[in-house]
């Protein structure tokens, strides 16, 4: 068992490369490990967060994307 069962993330973006970087999300999250599965949550009212499932323990990711 891991030690966190969910981790959030809040990544502040220059605002000239804000769309660009929501844009690559997915591979950004893909770039952290192994990516099982991921959704924006646009269903809890945040579209700037992206919801993340990552193995090899499972382990509830949530990257929320800023603007700065």
């Known amino acids: ?3 966190y069962s969910d981790i959030d993330f809040i990544i502040a973006v220059d ?4 769309e660009e970087v929501m844009n690559e999300r997915i ?3 893909e ?12 269903h ?3 579209p700037r967060l992206l919801i993340c499932l990552c193995e090899p323990e499972l382990l509830h990711v949530d990257l929320k994307f800023v603007s700065i």
Not at 15 to 18: E, M, Q
Not at 31 to 42: I, K, P, Q, V
């Open 15 to 18: 605002s000239i490369y804000y």
């Open 31 to 42: 770039s952290l490990g192994t990516l099982l599965s991921a959704f924006t949550g646009e």
């Open 1 to 3: 068992m891991v030690e």
């Open 27 to 29: 591979k950004i999250a």
């Open 44 to 46: 809890v009212g945040e």
